[in-house]
């Protein structure tokens, strides 16, 4: 297994310019999508998770409180040198207790269709119909911790 360390980073800091480029390069570039300032503007009331492996970030995601209870689970990412070898399930099963610790009971996520099954071996479950976002399907999903 990888020697992966998980953490919570401030908004604004230096690892958060390299948790940017690593969502710009796995969420937007193979959707030929650019970051806009207004994008990062809504971001600073939300919790940022990275993992890194030899000081390098590899994983990245963002969790925005939504209600007291109730928290997003948005843009996942896990650098493509990286994918498939346990780390997203393990980076999923982190924010979990981080979101305990911060006394949220429920996640929600926008799920792209190609990664629903992959929340569903989390415990995900799909509500509603499938719909497009930035251009590509998507199912809500949601888990109660
Ligand atoms: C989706 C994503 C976050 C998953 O991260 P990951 O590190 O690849 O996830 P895991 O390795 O834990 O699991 C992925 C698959 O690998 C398999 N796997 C898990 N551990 C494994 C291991 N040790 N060896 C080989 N395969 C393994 C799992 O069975 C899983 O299969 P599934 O997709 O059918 O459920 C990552 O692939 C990614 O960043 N994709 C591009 C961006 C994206 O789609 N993000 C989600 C937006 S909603």
Do not use: W
């Not at 409180?65 to 994918?83: C, E, G, N, S, Y």
């Not at 924010?95 to 996520?109: G, M, P, Q, W």
């Not at 719909?131 to 809500?140: G, M």
């Amino acid at each position: 297994m990888i020697d992966i360390s998980f953490a919570e980073i401030p908004f604004g800091s230096p690892l958060y310019s390299e948790e940017i480029k690593l969502r710009d390069l796995v969420l937007r570039v193979p959707l030929g999508l650019e970051f806009y300032p207004e994008d990062l503007a809504t971001e600073y009331d939300s919790i940022h998770l990275i993992g890194s492996v030899a000081n390098s970030v590899i994983a990245a995601m963002v969790l925005k409180p939504i209600t007291q209870t109730l928290v997003k689970m948005r843009q996942v990412a896990v650098h493509p040198d990286f994918q498939n070898q346990g780390i997203g399930g393990e980076f999923v099963r982190y924010a979990e207790s981080v979101c305990k610790r911060y006394n949220y009971t429920d996640i929600e996520l926008h799920a792209r269709l190609l990664a629903c099954d992959f929340y569903e071996r989390l415990g995900y479950r799909k509500v509603g119909e499938q719909f497009e976002e930035i251009n590509i399907p998507h199912y809500k999903m949601e888990k109660s911790i």
